[in-house]
């Protein structure tokens, strides 16, 4: 119990340092990038407890795309104090997401589903951004073909939209169900802003807010919430944030 509460503090650091590696050596982004994900794997096989129903690999959807994402993403940014500080989100976002799942396997009487599931929210519409951004990026700045990263794009969203619609009322079928939908309105809207003379950043910014707006809607659906006041509230925040971003564009370029 005393090395798991320890290994929640040292786990991020130790991804840090790998990640500080491949910013000295390069050459080493896929080793650094290797490692750094079957450290996550590990760990949450590790934390993992037999009476909890929960499958361990499901929790370690989000943190492992929420690297990949982020690291890709590092890679295409030539800023060194953009990247020191996008290597600290990574290992902030990792602390915080392994110390609630610590406590949601070993100290039940310490876990807060709202903690978890901010954190789940906060984390899942940063990998869009990062994943639309590696997207839009790779394809516009390296000439790289479309679709097989737009066949992983889909992956990426196809397993976090599950992740976040794996509701308590839900069966397995039905979030299976939903998430195909999701995942396809959502890659369908990609798909446009690929064509779209847009900064990339812009364009992944634009589909961030696109899955904030169906996942939270599909969400609140399937929980039986959904309500006129609740869809007017997203939508005009979503239009909103869509709107000023579209409208701004030309200064993000």
Not at 16 to 36: C, D, H, K, V
Not at 148 to 174: H, Q, R, W
Not at 192 to 209: D, E, G, K, Q
Request: with cysteine; proline share 4%; glycine share 2%.
């Amino acid at each position: 119990m005393k090395f798991s509460r320890f290994a929640v503090i040292i786990f991020p650091l130790i991804i840090w340092l790998l990640a500080q590696a491949y910013f000295i050596w390069p050459e080493l982004f896929y080793i650094s990038l290797g490692l750094s994900a079957a450290l996550i794997i590990a760990f949450t096989f590790f934390l993992k407890k037999p009476e909890r129903r929960t499958p361990w690999w499901l929790m370690a959807i989000l943190p492992l795309c929420f690297l990949i994402s982020i690291t890709t993403f590092i890679s295409l940014q030539a800023n060194g104090f953009l990247i020191q500080l996008l290597f600290l989100v990574l290992a902030i976002f990792l602390f915080n997401y392994f110390k609630n799942l610590y406590y949601f396997w070993n100290r039940p009487e310490l876990y807060q589903e709202e903690n978890y599931g901010s954190i789940r929210a906060y984390g899942s519409f940063l990998v869009i951004f990062f994943s639309a951004a590696d997207l839009f990026g790779l394809q516009s700045l390296l000439s790289l073909t479309v679709w097989p990263m737009f066949l992983m794009f889909s992956v990426v969203l196809l397993g976090v939209a599950y992740l976040n619609l794996d509701l308590e009322k839900s069966d397995n079928k039905t979030t299976w169900q939903f998430s195909i939908i999701t995942t396809w309105l959502i890659a369908e809207m990609a798909w446009v802003f690929v064509f779209l003379p847009l900064n990339y950043n812009v364009s992944a910014l634009s589909i961030a807010i696109i899955y904030y707006l169906i996942i939270n809607l599909t969400r609140l659906y399937l929980q039986k919430a959904l309500t006129p006041k609740k869809i007017k509230l997203y939508l005009i925040l979503s239009y909103a944030g869509l709107a000023i971003l579209l409208f701004t564009a030309n200064w993000l370029n």
